[in-house]
């Protein structure tokens, strides 16, 4: 099968009627596989980047969403098409903004950069971010945009933090029980210094020791 781009005009005469249609065909079965082609590419690629464990996105040269993977629903409660459009600060907020900006800069200026982020959504809370942005380069390697992969790392964090303070308690605790065992042997070394003593002062008390031979 061939797919076939069919273009044609009809010739008037003077009376208004067809009289004959002049047309081309064209062989487009190329285009058609390019297309289809791109179009399996694009399936695969959100098809991948919803089963990425992670909020994976696009942004422009201004700080617009241009693709969303399915994460960022799951977290901002908007659908993708709701969000593609939005500009960084719209998304994120001021605050959000406030802190990712520098790390855009740096990105389509080039360079890419790793950090960490916290960012307080409404509804579900601070939630604390490892963020990548990769530049993206056009053929002649002009910086047309940037990938954006944010890892959520809030269990994380909130492991790490609950690890601290049990390790605070601990070192607490072992503080308390060396004092513990320090007020013990101050105690007992008191109590034998005392028995001792009284026992010194019951013997001077007694008299001379007379010691009888036969």
Do not use: C
Request: no cysteine.
């Amino acid at each position: 099968y061939f797919w076939v781009l069919d273009r044609g005009i009809a010739i008037w005469n003077e009376q208004g009627q067809a009289v004959r249609m002049v047309g081309a065909e064209t062989d487009i079965t190329w285009r058609k596989q390019a297309e289809e082609t791109l179009r399996r590419r694009e399936e695969e690629f959100h098809t991948l980047a919803d089963n990425v464990p992670a909020l994976f996105s696009y942004i422009d040269k201004e700080h617009r969403y241009r693709f969303v993977n399915s994460r960022y629903e799951e977290l901002f409660g908007r659908p993708d098409e709701a969000i593609v459009g939005l500009s960084v600060r719209d998304l994120l907020g001021p605050d959000g903004y406030a802190e990712v900006q520098p790390y855009l800069g740096k990105a389509l200026a080039g360079e890419p950069v790793s950090f960490e982020y916290q960012l307080r959504i409404p509804g579900a809370g601070a939630h604390h971010f490892s963020a990548q942005y990769v530049p993206d380069r056009d053929a002649q390697g002009q910086v047309e945009g940037l990938f954006v992969l944010l890892a959520d790392v809030t269990a994380l964090k909130l492991s790490e933090s609950a690890l601290r303070e049990r390790e605070a308690e601990l070192r607490d605790l072992s503080a308390k029980l060396l004092q513990v065992q320090e007020d013990e042997r101050r105690r007992i070394a008191r109590d034998l210094h005392d028995d001792v003593t009284q026992r010194l002062a019951a013997l001077s008390l007694s008299g001379p020791l007379t010691i009888h031979f036969s």
